[in-house]
């Protein structure tokens, strides 16, 4: 009878693992091999199966698609782009509607809208339109998703579309007349780009969730909800990041007796980008993405390497295109389903960000609900706080970005590259609550280089 060779090793406790570990650094503390986190959590120099227990788990797509993100801006450039782009690789796409005159029913007649996922972002709120492009859907199949987030616009703008109340009507308006698919869109890259951490956009994601489920659980019972996840460049983080989403929603979920799926449309984050060196940019821009599809992103849409500091281009589309296209066509990521389940380190970063997130989320309820503690600042403040650590920890050179704190090419002009502002602008208008202010880390250094060039 044939012998398994793993009878012929004695199973290692973590207790032994940190003992031989303790012996080999020759009397150096073990505690100095531990990280110490701004979100508050140890990361260990190793991790056992003893460091896991049984956590929720909760299904995750079999696949994910490369998309692209298109501001409708003329009608007929754009369905040249988007014939384009499906041409050459693109599996779904991410429309941005600016603008009631739009004719959307024209623009979808040139996609195949059987084969093609589409979601649609309207950054106004007109229930007669959106119904109306609702009825051109009947009796078609489709795959097409259209996200509206009232939330999410008062905490990027400090300010409903039209009052909490008409937009609260209009949304139930919406749910109530519409028969296709209509997602609620949880707009949680908001918390990330203004520099909240991982906990903080975890806790703030179910929060913001949690006001619609107060008000309109029983419309949602038949509708999709869809997280909008900016990803940063703490690669393990971000994976656990998006596990534990789907984990926290989940839990969520059950208490209101929804179902558990969600869908994720994840993209790079913009806080750390850069101006300076930014062909950098294109491999933040791979990590981040790469983070998204092991934590089980449904949708990925990558941005331009140079997206911060130039207009829509065909170059910069087609660079970020290509890099989805070799993670999934050449790195085979798309061959295996939650390649990251199993990592010990992994699945306890997802254990500890859920239960801390949760935590958070508990006391922001019990201090009245998300609506309430953004009306009282809280929320904007402890973003503030957490950016704003962040922030020390770049410019004293914890926080490295190649090519802009450290490496820095000191050649490099861009004064004469910048087509649109990549600084943060402020506009002088009356809000209802202070918005959440969203800045990349290295603007005030920027700024100060463009000044000496």
């Known amino acids: ?115 093609t996922p589409i979601y649609i972002e309207f950054q106004f709120l007109k229930p007669k339109y959106i119904i109306a492009f609702a009825e051109f859907l009947k009796g078609k199949k489709h795959q097409i998703r259209i996200g509206i987030d009232i939330i999410g616009n008062l905490a990027a703008t400090g300010n409903w579309y039209h009052s909490l109340k008409d937009d609260h009507e209009a949304l139930n308006y919406i749910f109530k007349h519409i028969e296709i698919p209509v997602e609620l869109s949880i707009n949680t890259n908001i918390y990330q780009n203004a520099g909240a951490n991982t906990i903080q956009q975890l806790s703030y994601a179910l929060a913001h969730t949690n006001e619609y489920l107060n008000h309109n659980s029983e419309a949602l019972k038949n509708k999709k909800i869809i997280f909008k996840v900016a990803v940063g460049s703490n690669y393990f983080f971000e994976i656990a990041k998006i596990k534990a989403l789907r984990n926290l929603y989940a839990t969520l979920a059950n208490a209101y007796q929804l179902p558990e799926k969600i869908e994720i449309l994840a993209f790079p984050t913009n806080r750390n980008k850069t101006i300076y060196d930014y062909n950098v940019n294109m491999l933040r821009t791979t990590t981040e993405c790469m983070s998204a599809i092991l934590g089980g992103a449904d949708f990925i849409c990558n941005n331009a390497y140079d997206k911060i500091f130039h207009k829509e281009n065909e170059f910069g589309s087609r660079i970020a295109r290509n890099q989805l296209l070799i993670l ?88 004469n590259e910048l087509e649109i502002s990549p600084f943060l602008e402020k506009k002088e208008r009356k809000t209802l609550l202070p918005p959440i202010i969203q800045r990349r880390l290295a603007e005030s250094l920027e700024q100060s280089r463009l000044k000496q060039e």
Do not use: C
């Open 1 to 115: 009878m044939a012998k398994h060779l793993m009878n012929d090793f004695k199973a290692v406790t973590a207790k032994e693992w940190r003992q031989k570990i303790q012996v080999d650094l020759k009397g150096v503390d073990y505690e100095s091999l531990i990280t110490h986190t701004l979100e508050g959590i140890d990361i260990k120099p190793f991790y056992h199966q003893e460091d896991t227990t049984n956590n929720i788990s909760v299904a995750t797509p079999n696949q994910w698609h490369i998309t692209e993100r298109l501001t409708v801006k003329d009608l007929e450039s754009t369905i040249e782009q988007i014939s384009y782009s499906l041409s050459k690789g693109t599996e779904a796409i991410w429309l941005i509607i600016e603008s009631e005159s739009t004719n959307l029913v024209e623009l979808l007649k040139s996609i195949d809208i059987k084969k």
């Open 328 to 415: 999934k066509n050449e790195s085979y990521f798309d061959k295996v389903s939650n390649p990251a389940d199993g990592a010990y380190y992994i699945e306890n970063l997802t254990q500890q960000l859920s239960e801390k997130a949760l935590e958070l989320f508990k006391s922001i309820e019990k201090g009245g609900g998300f609506l309430v503690q953004l009306k009282e600042g809280t929320i904007q403040r402890k973003i503030k706080e957490s950016a704003q650590k962040e922030q020390e920890e770049f410019n004293e050179g914890k926080t490295i970005l190649v090519g802009t704190n450290r490496y820095e090419n000191a050649e490099d002009k861009m004064k």
